[in-house]
C-alpha cells in the first residue's frame, strides 16, 4: 500500500510565498516522474509541474518564473516552491507520482490535498 502525505499549504497574502511536501512511502519498487496538479472550486484538476526522476521538470505557463519543482529521491519527497502567489493560484493542492509496486505496472497515486488561500 502507498501513501502521499502532503504539507505546508495555508493561507498567505497575494506577494507571498509557500512550500508544499509530498512524501511518498509505501513497499514501493520506482517512483517515476512526481508532480503537482491543482483545482480550484468550479474548475477542473490541472497540472501546475511535473519533474521526473532524472530531475526533467515541466510547468504550467501560469506559473512559470515563480513556482520551482524539486524532488529528494533518497527521501521519496516531491517539492513545490512556490514565490510571488497570486489570488488565482487559490486551490487545493495535489501531489501525484506514478509508483511500481512488486509485480505490478507503474500506478498514479495521488495525495489527500492541501488548501492553498492567497487573500489579495
Known amino acids: 500500500q502507498v501513501h502521499l502525505v502532503e504539507s505546508g499549504g495555508g493561507l498567505v497574502q497575494a506577494g507571498g510565498s509557500l512550500r508544499l511536501s509530498c512524501a511518498a512511502s509505501?513497499?514501493?519498487?520506482?517512483?517515476?516522474?512526481m508532480g503537482w496538479y491543482r483545482q480550484a472550486p468550479g474548475k477542473q484538476r490541472e497540472s501546475v509541474a511535473t519533474?521526473?526522476?532524472?530531475?526533467?521538470?515541466n510547468y504550467a505557463d501560469l506559473v512559470k518564473g515563480r513556482f520551482t519543482i524539486s524532488r529528494d529521491n533518497a527521501k521519496n519527497t516531491v517539492y513545490l516552491q512556490m514565490n510571488s502567489l497570486k489570488p488565482e493560484d487559490t486551490a487545493v493542492y495535489y501531489c501525484?507520482?506514478?509508483?511500481?509496486?512488486?509485480?505490478?505496472?507503474?500506478?498514479?497515486?495521488w495525495g489527500q490535498g492541501t488548501q492553498v488561500t492567497v487573500s489579495s
Open positions: 501525484n507520482a506514478k509508483i511500481r509496486l512488486p509485480l505490478r505496472p507503474y500506478y498514479d497515486y
Open positions: 509505501g513497499n514501493m519498487l520506482s517512483i517515476n516522474t
Open positions: 519533474i521526473t526522476s532524472s530531475g526533467s521538470t
